[in-house]
């Protein structure tokens, strides 16, 4: 996005890099309901990626996804053996889902996040012990075949 400066065009990123808008940015949560609306209505992006880092919510999604294709639910266990990135990637997502559900918004979820993980099942309540050891063994059995598991597995 280009924004005009005088009769000069100034990449927005500039502009942020300098300081004009970063704190902007960074803080969101502290900013009043008019700057937020004024931001919004220049087509200001909240959340651009960092190409140096990745788009990493969007590759643990991606993921999930395939998971609940092979395993048929998003419940992944928080200590996923074949995958623990994953595992505790889905964990964050639930503790951020509470914090932004308490108005909480340093965790980084959005709307947009939720809306995803809602449509491919996501269960946000998990606190059950036995529920999650349980899909632990159905996974554990999906991927070796048998409940066979190693004491130190």
């Given at each position: ?36 609306q ?29 998971y ?21 990637w ?12 308490n ?48 004491s130190?597995?």
């Amino acid at each position: 996005k280009k924004a005009k400066n005088n009769s000069n065009n100034v990449c927005i990123e500039n502009i942020l890099h300098r300081g004009s808008l970063s704190d902007d940015r960074a803080r969101t949560e502290h900013q009043t309901e008019e700057k937020i609306q004024l931001l919004d209505e220049i087509g200001f992006e909240w959340k651009i990626v960092d190409e140096r880092e990745g788009d990493q919510w969007g590759q643990r999604y991606k993921e999930l996804v395939r998971y609940v294709q092979k395993f048929g639910h998003a419940r992944v266990p928080s200590h996923f053996s074949i995958n623990q990135r994953l595992g505790r990637w889905v964990s964050a997502q639930r503790v951020s889902y509470k914090k932004f559900q308490n108005g909480d918004l340093s965790f980084k979820m959005t709307e947009k996040r939720i809306q995803l993980l809602n449509d491919i099942g996501c269960d946000w309540n998990c606190n059950y012990v036995w529920g999650e050891r349980y899909e632990e063994l159905v996974s554990y059995v999906k991927e070796v075949g048998n409940a066979r598991v190693p004491s130190k597995f």
